[in-house]
């Protein structure tokens, strides 16, 4: 769900950022291997929270700390973050290198968008959480995580990215509460307002495109349950 850009072309980033989001994960951006390495709340930063991160986007020639280092850090501290490396050279040896290093997959640029897109979400099935059927279903709700769509008594669904991810979450919880706090942090990036009411709209509209009978319960002082 949650995906690190670390990319020092800001532009690059920017444009990674910008794709993810519209497949629906949320994202944040670094540009240099020590803020990466705070987000992602690494031993050597004891004073940062760590964020779930789920893949990180790795550009290999990184400020700083060069990605290579930042690598054998996440692998060093058994982090469940996958790697997606990227690089500029496409050689055997360079993919081979990055591999060796402890990069869960290996892209170089220039590439097609898509595919990066199907391999985050490839890595992110692989997570170090419980692994999860493509297909989610409950109360006549179907969904097809996988195929990205929705559907509730054989209507479709047209749900944007956002009440996909939270619906997804709410379909994983298998009938149990989840706050307003751990959608907020798995489903939104790290620079989400918790007092803007991000999660409140988004579970308005959502209920709206689902309909009647009501499938979301409000429990007061506890979050959401399907």
């Not at 149990?176 to 991000?198: C, I, K, N, Q």
Request: charged content about 30%.
């Amino acid at each position: 769900m949650r995906v690190l850009v670390a990319e020092d072309e800001r532009d690059l980033a920017a444009l990674l950022a910008t794709g993810l989001r519209r497949a629906g994960f949320a994202v944040d951006t670094v540009q240099a291997g020590d803020d990466a390495l705070e987000l992602l709340g690494l031993p050597a930063y004891d004073g940062a929270a760590p964020s779930p991160y789920d893949v990180l986007v790795l550009d290999r020639d990184l400020p700083r700390v060069h990605g290579d280092d930042v690598a054998r850090q996440l692998v060093a501290a058994a982090s469940p973050t996958r790697i997606l490396m990227l690089t500029a050279s496409s050689a055997v040896e360079e993919r081979v290198q990055g591999l060796d290093l402890g990069a869960d997959d290996y892209l170089g640029k220039p590439f097609d968008f898509p595919e990066l897109v199907s391999r985050v979400r490839a890595l992110r099935r692989r997570s170090a959480r419980p692994a999860l059927p493509p297909l989610l279903e409950r109360d006549g709700l179907v969904m097809d995580t996988a195929r990205r769509t929705a559907s509730r008594d054989g209507r479709d669904l047209d749900l944007s990215p956002k009440e996909f991810s939270v619906l997804q979450i709410l379909l994983e919880a298998d009938g149990a509460a989840v706050s307003a706090e751990e959608l907020l942090e798995r489903a939104w990036d790290a620079h989400a307002d918790p007092f803007t009411g991000a999660v409140r709209v988004c579970m308005s509209k959502l209920r709206g495109k689902l309909g009647d009978p009501a499938l979301v319960r409000t429990v007061q002082g506890v979050g959401y349950v399907l």
